[in-house]
């Protein structure tokens, strides 16, 4: 246990204090990202009881049985971590009581089967009321100006930095398994790909035609990472290099090589 615990503290030091999107599942609970395509994600609600319901989701967030799969979880304070015991209800797991003194790290250690390396997801627990009255862990109102919410620029320049940008965290993403990250770009980035056309002048058709070209490939990288399975998305990825290079030359230099303001 002291080992454990040892391990536990060393995982919430090493969390970013970065902004988070927040992605809720299908009984409105917070969805962590796993890289496991058995179990690519993992849905957490706080009910009433202050019991944390854990629910096993498929690539499609759906809810998946919880036969082989095993679960450690700890939670509270760092100087007062605690292993919570956990019992199966259905297709779900339910701990004890979370600990007092949230704010906290939360830490779920996955075994897909009797012999298998544990798995690790975070989520930062925040149950005090945000600005939308959500609890904080579950306030997706974060999400406002990401993902498909983007503000699409008025200028070509504009939506031309914004998708040099979103490349540059699409090809991250996958190199690193930013399994969150890839969600929210492959979101983004075809409504920004979808503006361009309209900004073309006389190219609108070829840039129309690129664009729903980009736009496909850009589906199968969501697909590949929803599945946990970057792997396959290799030929996505070099064909959205492809189109980028045609379309970039429908504009002057400037326009297509636009990055964001610092």
Known sequence: MKNQLITVLALIASMAAAHEAVTLGPDGGRVLYVDSPVTPNVEVLVNPEGR???????????????????????????????????????????TDK??????????????????????????????????????????NSVNAHSGENIEVPATAAGIWAEINQHQSELTEGVAEKKYEALDEVTRAYPKLARALPAQSGDSQAAAQTLVDR????????????????????APALE????????????????????????
């Open 98 to 139: 979370m600990p007092d003194g949230a704010p906290y790290v939360m830490v779920i250690q996955i075994k897909e089967t009797a012999g298998a390396k544990p798995i690790t997801v975070r989520l930062n627990y925040d149950p005090a009321p945000a600005e939308s009255g959500r609890p904080k862990y579950l306030d």
């Open 239 to 262: 064909g959205i290099g492809t189109v980028l290079k045609k379309l970039k030359a429908l504009y002057p230099d400037e326009v297509a090589n636009a990055t964001l303001k610092k």
């Open 214 to 233: 980009l736009v496909k490939q850009l589906a199968d990288v969501r697909e590949a990472s929803a599945a946990r399975k970057l792997d396959t998305a």
């Open 52 to 94: 944390a319901e854990i629910a096993l989701l498929d690539k499609d967030r759906r809810p998946i049985s919880n036969g082989e799969q095993t679960l450690t979880v700890t939670a509270g304070p760092r100087t007062a971590l605690k292993k919570l015991a956990l019992e199966k209800q259905g297709a779900k797991f339910l």
